[in-house]
Every structure is written in C-alpha cells, then in structure tokens.
C-alpha cells in the first residue's frame, strides 16, 4: 500500500503516513477489512429433493444424513407444519450458481 500524497510505501494497518504525515482514507480500511460472508444457498450435486438438507449441512458443517432424518422426523412429527417449512425453505434459499470447469493448461 502507498501513500496517496507522498507516494511512499506504507503499512496496511497504518492510519497516517510515516513520511507525509498525511491521514489515509477510511475508504481503504473498510475496503481492507471486509471480509464476504458465505451465503447459505441450495448446492447442485448432493442433493436428493431440493437441496435444502445439504445446503444447511454444508453451510453449517454438519453431516448430511443427520440432518436429513431430522428433518423427516420433523416433517412426520408435527403433521404438515415441517413440511410447510421445508416448502418455504426450498423458496427462500437461492440455489448454488453454477461452478465453472477448470481450465486445463
């Protein structure tokens, strides 16, 4: 990172310059410090219905076939009111973009 008025090289973590003296931008730390949050979305490839076991298993770490038998269980258990959910789920949660193939060189 370099100094917008000096030209001279500058730690990340500074807030002025240790040349110039001059302020840096809080436009930089923010642009520094943000970090994206992954986003819970329906995967493409294991999945048996919608997705939306394996996209809170995988979100979340855990095991796919644990959440899938809780999740009958619940649908079987509260008599529609899971299934409801499920349908809800499987609207609100986006599904996975598609993963581009790697390119072989």
């Known amino acids: 990172m370099f100094c917008s008025h000096c030209g001279k090289p500058i730690e990340p973590s ?3 310059c240790p040349a110039c003296g001059a302020t840096i931008s809080p436009a930089l730390f923010t642009a520094n410090a943000y970090q ?6 329906r995967p ?3 999945r048996m219905i919608a997705g939306v076991c ?3 298993a995988l979100h979340y770490g855990w095991d796919i ?5 809780i999740t009958a269980l619940f649908i079987i258990f509260t008599t529609g009111i899971g299934a409801l959910a499920y349908l809800a789920a499987w609207v609100i949660i986006p ?3 598609y993963a581009l193939p790697i390119k072989s060189t």
């Open 14 to 16: 500074s807030r002025f």
């Open 36 to 41: 994206p949050v992954a986003r819970l979305t």
């Open 44 to 46: 493409r490839t294991p």
């Open 54 to 56: 394996s996209g809170f």
């Open 65 to 69: 076939n644990v959440v899938r038998v």
């Open 95 to 97: 599904e996975a973009p």
